[in-house]
């Protein structure tokens, strides 16, 4: 699917975003571990999280979608999910497949887990290499770096291990192998990553503690089942935050919004670039703070954005990236190589784009250097099937002369399947 884009005037208006999809990952896959039934409101329906469901049902978790966004499943109390007949197949998912490792590791039965085209290149052994050393059995091609992964579940042994980067993929995966293993296994992470996990388990009242760098988890102790409310994707709403700053006569509000403070480095980012950003009507719902944005047409300013400031806004990056072209001054990025294996080589996906757009850039292994404000042209660009390239070309799109035309653009259903239709909501032609 190709799409154009053309120049906009503004955003006005209330706009609502869509579950967030980690949190959605996170419900499904704790929930099938708790004991009992798992009301979860507001469930995600992108992709991904619809490839973690299916994964779940395969493994024997019964799985019931009540109305548009609400899904009910019976929790399997840590051990009762029985041996898949097929391959379980994560799709995209990065989330899905690694979270699985974890909690299958330490399962009675053989499993496979694979994955499309794009998620067969990206890293596994990070995942696999603390897994084995707890007792989990897991073979692959190129001593399991690379999906597909073969599993066979074994009785697992706590550890200490200590994050070797700051990946919450890596910690939710050992933080589920040690709910199945005996004792206490103790995670110290020196760079924080996202923390949804720990909350909601903390939420669901399972065994787990952190003490500054530490995560202590205690082994097979089962927990209840809860409702689960999931608040708005705070990822899927800088899409149309970073639209609000850039194109002119624009002032919006979203509602319901997650705010966890390991997500929100985008929005950090965005205020310190002179982002006119609110952040009002705080609360918290199932250990989860949300908020309400408000947003509204800015002049931006360059900023540095420094190495341990990326794990916090990993996938806004691009965005950052579309910023810094209409802000005055220098912006640059370092610190972030780990876009170069996420869906697609982001950093270069967003150097080739933006060059095609007429921005003048300078590509770094780790980041880039973008000194602006640039005009942007209309151009003929690629999402390289990237969903976060997708959206954020669109966007760009926006606030360039002329049209933008976006190969490959279907793409972004695998995060955000409304996005498309609440741009043409909120875009208005120039």
Not at 72 to 77: A, D, E, F, N, T
Not at 164 to 185: M, N
Not at 298 to 312: A, Q, R
Not at 356 to 376: A, H, N, S, T
């Amino acid at each position: 699917m190709k799409t154009r884009i053309q120049r906009s005037r503004g955003f006005k208006g209330e706009i609502r975003i869509p579950a967030d999809k980690s949190i959605s990952h996170r419900a499904a896959i704790i929930g099938s571990l708790a004991s009992g039934m798992t009301e979860i409101k507001n469930f995600s329906s992108a992709a991904d999280c619809l490839a973690t469901l299916n994964c779940l049902q395969m493994i024997g978790v019964e799985v019931k979608k009540n109305k548009e966004n609400e899904v009910s499943l019976i929790g399997k109390s840590l051990f009762g999910y029985r041996e898949p007949e097929n391959t379980l197949d994560a799709q995209n998912s990065g989330t899905t497949a690694r979270l699985l490792l974890g909690l299958l590791s330490g399962q009675s039965f053989f499993s496979v887990i694979n994955g499309d085209s794009s998620l067969q290149t990206r890293p596994m052994k990070r995942v696999v290499d603390p897994l084995r050393k707890m007792g989990a059995r897991i073979e692959g091609r190129n001593d399991a770096y690379h999906l597909p992964l073969a599993i066979k579940g074994q009785s697992l042994k706590r550890i200490k291990f200590k994050l070797p980067l700051p990946s919450a993929q890596l910690k939710s995966a050992v933080i589920l192998a040690g709910l199945l293993s005996e004792g206490e296994t103790e995670i110290n992470e020196p760079v924080p990553s996202r923390d949804h996990t720990e909350r909601m388990l903390d939420y669901l009242g399972a065994e787990i503690k952190k003490d500054k760098k530490v995560i202590r988890i205690q082994g097979k102790n089962k927990f209840k089942a809860k409702k689960i409310i999931v608040p708005g994707d705070f990822s899927s709403a800088c899409f149309f935050v970073a639209a609000a700053l850039l194109a002119e006569d624009s002032e919006i509000i979203i509602p319901d919004i997650g705010i966890n403070p390991t997500r929100i480095g985008f929005l950090k980012a965005a205020e310190r670039m002179g982002g006119n950003i609110k952040v009002h009507e705080k609360k918290e719902r199932c250990n989860e703070p949300l908020a309400t944005l408000s947003v509204s047409s800015s002049d931006l300013k360059g900023i540095k954005i420094k190495p341990e400031e990326i794990p916090v806004l990993i996938d806004e990056i691009p965005l950052i990236a579309l910023l810094a072209t209409q802000a005055n001054g220098v912006t640059e990025v370092h610190g972030a190589s780990e876009l170069r294996v996420k869906e697609s080589d982001r950093i270069r996906a967003i150097v080739v784009n933006f060059r095609r757009m007429g921005v003048d850039l300078e590509e770094k292994e780790d980041g880039f250097i973008i000194e602006g404000p640039q005009r942007l042209k209309g151009a003929s660009v690629e999402s390289f099937g990237d969903h976060r390239i997708a959206m954020t070309m669109a966007i760009a799109g926006l606030v360039a002369d002329g049209e933008t035309q976006i190969k490959d653009f279907d793409c972004f259903g695998i995060s955000f399947p409304d996005f498309y239709s609440l741009l043409g909501r909120w875009q208005k032609d120039g």
